[in-house]
Structure formats: structure tokens, C-alpha cells
């Protein structure tokens, strides 16, 4: 039986849980450029195995938010983290070995770590009152400092222990979060399981509105923010104008994404003070000016520093506001399901970036224009497609006041 802990504590624990799993999930990331030198792979080869665990990670999500609506944040954080263990001991495996085939079948299985936030969203929730959810989320998107410690510490692990020791250690490490889990994680009081079949749950939370315009938003900010923080590595290594090694460039990809992890309760925090509309809107214009400045290659060091760092800011504050605006609106009883389809959507935004760029690099003039004007023209087409288009509260709740009201 799970030792109880309060609101405080479950929250700081499974912030925990979520950065040892995006740890996992990112821990192929870091070592691309090392494994892309090693057994010769091109520019899109290694664009692919970067985004396979994202793949996985995206659309694994759905059916894990649905299942966290029915079994609850303790089971699903255990089960997730048990998954885990097995994929990031054959990444290792493979990796040393040199065998591409194998090695991406076991990144794209190694996506299961990255459906953790899906359990994390409405385990935080059912803690939390409304009006701190946005504060709550923030704290738990944190968690996704995972890619950070990844970036950081993955490259000097592997130069320090190998390559094969430094993915044991991390499976431990899952397996001791497990643990941790079993004993001390407890879902909230309030909580009730969602007994309904998944299919017609996961249609209901499909039809609702505030599902596909969150689907956009978070598409963009957190696909953006994966897409670099897994990417950058190599972008990094590829432009001659940074020359970094290895560990150099986790180093720097670390730093982009503790600034997005910092960024995000603030992003969750301000939209407990004003309308998450605006923090949103306020990430799409800043995502596209400097995703602008990052296409013309600023120098190293402080130039880039905080050309990168302001982007990702703007992407951390953004995957804050997203949430808490889901959490607003969605039904308190559609929020596994609707989060799942969310999350699934902004890991589907960070799949296909790697991918663009990858295909895109120009190779004679050493640059990624192509991939990053894109970035920019889809920050300012959803800027002006939520500015006008997505009410900034639900349409449904207003009609019902203003009904009441005109009744009394």
C-alpha cells in the first residue's frame, strides 16, 4: 500500500517521475552526432532515428491519457516507467554495436517514456482547485528538464562509464523512480476512475472543440521545443560557424532547454493571472521573431546564447499557457482523454521538424533557411488563427451564465 503523501509532495513526485522518463525518452538526442559518425549515416538518416521516439511518445499518448481516466496517475506512472527499462537497455545495446536497424526499432519503442506527461496532467489536476491549475501543470511540465539532464549529462556519462554502462544506469534509475512510485505515489482523493470504453471516450473528448484548438497550439510550442531540443545536437554540430564537439553541444542544448522548463510554470503561473490567451499569444510572436534571428546563424557565444535562449523561452511559456487553458476548459472528467489527444499532437509537432530539417539542410551553403522560414511562417499563421478564432473561454459556460442570468 502507497505511504500517503500530500498535494505538495505527489506534485513534487511526479515532476520527478516525468524528468527521469524524459530523460529516457531524449537520451538518443545527445549522442546523435557521435552515433551518425560512427556508422556513416546521412543528414536524414539521423533525422530519423532522432524522431522515432518521438513518434512513439506522441501517439502512444492518446491511448495512455485515456487509460490514466480509468486506472489513475499511480498505476499508469509505474507502468510507464516499468516499459521503459527494456527499450533503454537495447538503445544502448544497439547503439555500441553500431546496428542501425535494430537501434531504431528500439528508439521507436523507446517513445513509451515519453507518454509520461499524459499521466502527469490529470494526476495533477484531480490535486489541484481550478483556479492553481495553472501553477500545478506548470510545475509538472517541468519535468521536462529530462531532456536538459540528457543533453548535459548523457555524452559525459558515455565519455566517463561507456556506452552501454551509462543506459544501465538510466534503467536503474527508472526502475528505482518505480519504486518510488509504488510506495509513496497516491491519486487524489477526488479522483473517480473512468469506467466508459475507450473508444466512445476518446470520440467525446475528440468532438469537443477546445481539443482541436489546443491540438494547434500545443502542436506548434511544445513540437517546436522537442523538435530543438533533440535536434540541436546536430544542428549544432553541422553549422561550421559553432564548431562544438559532443559534449560542447549538449552543453549548449541543455542550457535551450532548462530555459523552455524555467519558462513553463511561468507560463502556468501568468495565466492564473490573466487570460491564457494572451501568454499564448505572447509565445507565438516571440517564437516567430527569434526563430527569424536563429536563421541568420547569430555568433557564438553570446549572440546565439540568447537568440536560443529567447526561443526557447517563449516555447517554454507557451507550453505552460496551453495547458492551463486546457484545464480551464475541458470537462474534469475528459481531461486524461483530451490531454492525451493534446500531448499526442505537440509530440507529433516535434516528430516531423527533425525530419524537415534533415531533408532540407543545405548542404553548399551550410544552412536550414528552408526548415527554419518554415518555423516562422507556421508560428505567425497560428498566431492570427488564435487571435482570431479561438475564444478565450469556453463559448458553452458563457451561454449558461448569460441564461441564468436572464432567467433570474
Known amino acids: 500500500m502507497a505511504t500517503k503523501l500530500g498535494q505538495t509532495g505527489n506534485l513534487a513526485l511526479a515532476t520527478f517521475v516525468s524528468m527521469v522518463n524524459f530523460w529516457a525518452w531524449n537520451v538518443i538526442g545527445p549522442m546523435s552526432s557521435k552515433l551518425s559518425d560512427e556508422m556513416g549515416l546521412t543528414a536524414s538518416q539521423s533525422a530519423v532515428l532522432v524522431a522515432m521516439p518521438v513518434l512513439v511518445g506522441s501517439l502512444g499518448r492518446i ?101 552501454i554502462q551509462t543506459h544501465v544506469i538510466l534503467a536503474v534509475l527508472l526502475a528505482v523512480t ?13 479522483w473517480q476512475p473512468q469506467t466508459d470504453p475507450f473508444f466512445p471516450k476518446l470520440w467525446a473528448a475528440a468532438k469537443l472543440p477546445v481539443t482541436w484548438n489546443m491540438c494547434v497550439l500545443y502542436g506548434v ?20 560557424l559553432y564548431d562544438f564537439d559532443a559534449i560542447q553541444a549538449g552543453t549548449r542544448t541543455a542550457a535551450f532547454a532548462l530555459a523552455a522548463v524555467v519558462a513553463r510554470p511561468l507560463g502556468g503561473m501568468l ?3 490573466i487570460q491564457p490567451k494572451i501568454v499564448v499569444l505572447g509565445s507565438l510572436a516571440g517564437t516567430a521573431v527569434m526563430a527569424a534571428l536563429v536563421n541568420i546563424q547569430p555568433a557564438p557565444e553570446l549572440q546565439a546564447g540568447l537568440v536560443f535562449g529567447g526561443l526557447a523561452f517563449f516555447l517554454g511559456i507557451g507550453t505552460g499557457g496551453v495547458f492551463a487553458w486546457l ?49 516562422v511562417i507556421t508560428a505567425a499563421v497560428v498566431f492570427v488563427y488564435t487571435f482570431f478564432l479561438v475564444p478565450a473561454t469556453d463559448p458553452t459556460k458563457r451561454v449558461s451564465r448569460d441564461r441564468k442570468a436572464i432567467n433570474s
Open 271 to 273: 495565466s492564473d493571472k
Open 178 to 190: 518505480a519504486v518510488l512510485v509504488y510506495f509513496f505515489l497516491s491519486d487524489a482523493p477526488v
Open 63 to 163: 491511448p495512455v491519457g485515456a487509460l490514466t481516466d480509468k486506472f489513475g496517475g499511480r498505476v499508469m506512472f509505474l507502468a510507464v516507467s516499468l516499459a521503459s527499462i527494456i527499450p533503454v537497455l537495447a538503445v544502448g545495446i544497439f547503439g555500441n554495436a553500431n546496428q542501425y536497424v535494430p537501434l531504431l526499432a528500439s528508439a521507436f519503442l523507446l517513445g513509451i517514456a515519453g507518454t509520461v506527461f499524459t499521466v502527469g496532467i490529470p494526476f495533477v489536476n484531480s490535486w489541484y482547485p481550478p483556479e492553481r491549475r495553472g501553477f500545478a501543470t506548470g510545475v509538472f511540465g517541468a519535468g521536462m528538464v529530462g531532456t536538459a539532464v540528457s543533453a548535459f549529462f548523457t555524452p559525459r556519462f558515455v565519455n566517463i562509464f561507456g556506452h
Open 221 to 240: 510550442v511544445f513540437g517546436g521545443f522537442v523538435a530543438f531540443s533533440t535536434y540541436l545536437p546536430t544542428y549544432i554540430k553541422t553549422i561550421d
Open 327 to 375: 484545464s480551464r476548459l475541458t470537462p474534469a472528467n475528459r481531461v486524461g482523454s483530451v490531454t492525451g489527444l493534446v500531448s499526442a499532437a505537440g509530440g507529433l509537432g516535434g516528430y516531423f521538424p527533425p525530419l524537415v530539417m534533415g531533408a532540407t539542410y543545405n548542404a553548399a551553403g551550410n544552412n536550414y533557411h528552408v526548415g527554419l522560414i518554415l518555423l
